[in-house]
């Protein structure tokens, strides 16, 4: 399937001008906290900020073990690297508050903050599917995200702070092309990035995205392979290396990126040298690029008709 695309160049593997041992992109002296650290996009993304050269990566995640071997995997290809790994749930606000105020308090202050923490509903129709489940979904994405931000805001540093919170396309489909997605998930990620908007509108000195890492081969898209249809192809396809949004985010999070306006919804596969050419555009225009409504604002009604 070929998705559309804001750039004339789609990527689904790191290309040069996001390779994290450029040294415009150097994390050198930073801080970073990358939620849902221990697996899939979550761990190739503090992969990526190691490269880069980051001061500290601290890895948060749900379970133990996975968050031990994303560590030692990063530590066994750069030894001297600085990695933390805090084994809790981002809906738990007094864990993730102290969390984040020890980091702060170590560091003086939290640089980046790459919010890959997420669930996946079991699929079941708003007729049909537990409360409880498809709530779930709004406690992980929504409740965990606000969370995450607020105790951001609250331990970052003074100094060009970056937040990104990790989101799908499914945001962006229409409900009736969609068949391997549940509602509560759509619908959980389309409250984020709305919310991240706020973060963003609320804190000028602050940069915070949504981004859109590309169709990763992880263990939420294997559940949500096995939601589509028996009889009907992957649209999603071809996949998408997981490396891709963790660099990515590494640019986006440089001076590189900073061209960018704060609040925008990207995609991971976007070329990123056609985005900074574009940023002066983006900058003159506040509604592209955010959770607004498709043709929005519309011609005024005639005279007579209001």
């Not at 689904?12 to 930073?30: F, M, V």
């Not at 968050?67 to 993730?96: G, H, M, N, R, W």
């Not at 963790?246 to 999070?253: A, E, I, K, N, T």
């Not at 990123?272 to 506040?286: R, Y």
Request: proline share 8%; aromatic share 8%.
């Amino acid at each position: 399937m070929v998705l559309p695309s804001l750039t004339t160049k789609y990527h689904h593997a790191p290309y040069p001008s996001i390779d994290p041992t450029r040294p415009e992109l150097s994390a050198s002296g930073k801080v970073v906290v990358v939620t849902g650290g221990g697996t899939g996009i979550g761990a190739a993304t503090a992969l990526a900020f190691v490269t880069a050269g980051a001061r500290a990566v601290a890895l948060l995640g749900r379970r133990p073990q996975p968050l031990q071997e994303s560590k030692s995997q990063i530590q066994s290809a750069y030894a001297c690297a600085e990695i933390l790994a805090f084994p809790l749930d981002v809906t738990d606000e007094a864990a993730v508050g102290d969390c984040f105020a020890s980091l702060a308090h170590r560091y003086r202050g939290i640089d980046v903050c790459v919010n890959a923490a997420a669930y996946l509903s079991d699929q079941g129709t708003v007729a049909a599917g537990p409360v409880s489940e498809f709530w779930k979904a709004f406690e992980v994405n929504v409740k965990g995200g606000f969370i995450v931000a607020q105790h951001f805001l609250r331990n970052r540093s003074r100094d060009g702070a970056v937040l990104i919170g990790i989101n799908s396309l499914i945001a962006h489909l229409p409900a009736s092309v969609v068949e391997q997605c549940p509602a509560s998930y759509a619908s959980s990620k389309i409250a984020l990035a709305k919310l991240y908007e706020y973060v963003a509108s609320e804190n000028p000195g602050v940069r915070c995205y949504s981004l859109h890492p590309g169709v990763v081969e992880t263990e939420m898209a294997a559940k949500s392979d096995a939601m589509a249809p028996p009889q009907k192809d992957n649209p999603f396809l071809p996949r998408d290396e997981a490396s891709l949004p963790g660099q990515f985010c590494v640019w986006l999070s440089s001076k590189l990126g900073a061209v960018i306006p704060s609040g925008r919804f990207l995609w991971s596969n976007w070329d990123v040298d056609e985005l900074a050419a574009m940023s002066t555009e983006l900058k003159n225009d506040p509604v592209t690029l955010t959770m607004t409504l498709p043709g929005w604002p519309f011609p005024l009604p005639s005279p007579g008709n209001t």
